[in-house]
């Protein structure tokens, strides 16, 4: 398992995040999601096999972008 954090573009209220939320917990192999609306970050647990590029997939169908923050 690892933890990763994605700044996320776009959002501007609590159905964002739920948005958000939603659909990044769909891919398979996440096992954990915590959005922050004020900070705009997203902070995802998951399995080794799941990429970055999967989880910005997820945010951008949800309607937002997302990149990987800085470590």
Excluded: K, N
Aim: proline share 4%; charged share 20%; hydrophobic share 40%.
């Amino acid at each position: 398992m690892r933890t990763a954090t994605y700044a996320v573009t776009g959002m501007t209220c609590e159905h964002c995040v739920r948005s958000v939320t939603e659909e990044v917990g769909e891919v398979p192999g996440v096992s954990g999601v915590d959005v922050d609306l004020a900070s705009g970050s997203l902070v995802v647990t998951a399995g080794d096999d799941v990429t970055d590029a999967m989880v910005a997939d997820a945010v951008t169908e949800a309607g937002y972008s997302a990149t990987p923050a800085p470590a």
